[in-house]
T-cell receptor, first 117, second 115 residues
């Protein structure tokens, strides 16, 4: 089946620093990748959508200058949390969609736990 | 705006019984609705998708129904096993009648199957 990986699986950083999270589709080419955030006891909330070679589109309320997304290839998207603050601590999950695998199915990564101290 | 409500935060059942989880949405009927499983500290895993013109979909011990009149989907696990214990999420596309891939998720129902 289609596999999506994320790296790192967890990260602790100090307030004010930046953190980069990678999302890779391992055995398929992802036409679109999505980034979600999940706070404890809450559901996933979509942050942004990225297509290879074009700028990401952000959902309302998500700061594009704070959450930088780069979709450099059909198998890699990165999310950089800039000037992280404790309120950015969350579980970040990416997903990938590929038309060749089925028009609607999305494959999610295992998530990255970010803790900002 | 579209909102999803899953009927209960937690559901406890005995092994071998059928678990039934409910997903209600408030606004337009989506082109499709999906169900995912999420284990603690992990990303969601796709289980089933049902389209608006489908009444029922089955996959092994799983069954999903979709009632656009009631704006409701039911998710059933028959002959439940302790390994089925997880949080189950209902999701649908943000856009009406199209596939943008941008999903709205319900808050999830945590199923506990006791041996």
């Amino acid at each position: 089946g289609a596999v999506v990986s994320q790296h790192p699986s967890w990260v602790i950083c100090k307030s004010g620093t930046s953190v980069k999270i990678e999302c890779r589709s391992l055995d398929f080419q992802a036409t679109t990748m999505f980034w979600y955030r999940q706070f404890p006891k809450q559901s996933l909330m979509l942050m942004a959508t990225s297509n290879e070679g074009s700028k990401a589109t952000y959902e309302q309320g998500v700061e594009k200058d704070k959450f930088l997304i780069n979709h450099a290839s059909l198998t890699l998207s990165t999310l950089t949390v800039t000037s992280a603050h404790p309120e950015d601590s969350s579980f970040y999950i990416c997903s990938a969609q590929a038309r060749t695998l089925g028009a609607y199915e999305q494959y999610f990564g295992p998530g990255t736990r970010l803790t900002v101290t | 705006s579209q909102k999803i409500e899953q009927n209960s935060e937690a559901l406890n059942i005995q092994e071998g019984k059928t678990a039934t989880l409910t997903c209600n949405y408030t606004n337009y009927s989506p082109a499709y609705l999906q169900w995912y499983r999420q284990d603690p500290g992990r990303g969601p895993v796709f289980l089933l998708l049902i389209r608006e013109n489908e009444k029922e979909k089955r996959k092994e011990r799983l069954k999903v129904t979709f009632d656009t009149t009631l704006k409701q989907s039911l998710f059933h696990i028959t002959a439940s096993q302790p390994a089925d214990s997880a949080t189950y999420l209902c999701a649908l596309d943000m856009a009406r009648s199209s596939n943008t891939g941008k999903l709205i998720f319900g808050q999830g129902t945590t199923l506990q199957v006791k041996p």
